[in-house]
């Protein structure tokens, strides 16, 4: 069966500090991967997407970025965190109708 | 470009009580319809999907119709219980040339009391 896991679950930093939360799926080749962030009260924002080893699609110019080092990895950075960058950061694949499967989660709070 | 609107909360009920959570959304292609549910602290999952019109998604004694004449996906439940507290969100997934894409709405607190 599908698996997805993305760690850490909680972490809070100092602003300006570097980001890293990696995402994992098993079970499956050659997923589409997401990054969501989904604000307090708010909906949930596409951050990034890929279709593939290497290829990472951004949606809103900000400082993060992503990267997918291997199939079934994908990767949110930052190299310097900014208060509006708290959160709660969701990795997701997609099934062959198009329905996500989402991670636990990963909140982050800039102090 | 596509886009989804639902009512805004939060919705309180009383345990067994009728649920309806609307939602409309703009398309231009012919989009799969989900909606999403959250409990609290927790990721999100899969409710129910309808991937084109008349369709009628239901689980967990949830449902949803995809109408296309008025661009609707409306949830609904016949009798809620304490334990449906959660936020719902309604989406659309549409196929593109990097694969599907899916667009939230800013999704509905529910808040149901014993």
């Known amino acids: 069966s599908q698996t997805i896991h993305q760690w850490p679950a909680t972490l809070v930093q100092p602003v300006g500090s570097p980001l890293s939360l990696e995402c994992t799926v098993e079970?499956?080749?050659?997923?589409?991967l997401y990054w969501y962030r989904q604000a307090a009260g708010r909906g949930l924002q596409l951050l990034f997407y890929?279709?593939?080893?290497?290829?990472i699609s951004s949606e809103v110019p900000q400082n993060l970025s992503a990267s997918r080092p291997q199939d079934r990895q994908f990767i949110l950075s930052s190299k310097k965190l900014l208060l509006s960058d708290s959160g709660f950061y969701l990795c997701?694949?997609?099934?062959?109708?198009?329905?996500?499967?989402f991670g636990e989660g990963s909140r982050l709070t800039v102090l | 470009g596509d886009s989804v609107t639902q009512m805004e909360g939060p919705v309180t009920l009383s345990e067994e009580a009728f649920l309806t959570i609307n939602c409309t959304y703009t398309a231009t292609g012919y989009p799969s319809l989900f909606w999403y549910v959250q409990y609290p602290g927790e990721g999100l999952q899969l409710l129910l999907k309808a991937t084109k019109a008349d369709d009628k998604g239901s689980n967990k004694g949830f449902e949803a119709t995809y109408r296309k004449e008025t661009t609707s996906f409306h949830l609904e439940k016949g009798s809620v219980q304490v334990s449906d507290s959660a936020v719902y969100f309604c989406?659309?997934?549409?196929?593109?040339?990097?694969?599907?894409?899916?667009?939230f709405g800013a999704g509905t607190r529910l808040f149901v009391k014993a």
């Open positions: 997701a694949w997609t099934l062959p109708r198009g329905e996500l499967f």
């Open positions: 989406a659309l997934s549409d196929r593109n040339t990097g694969g599907f894409k899916t667009i």
């Open positions: 079970g499956t080749s050659n997923p589409n």
């Open positions: 890929s279709v593939g080893i290497g290829q």
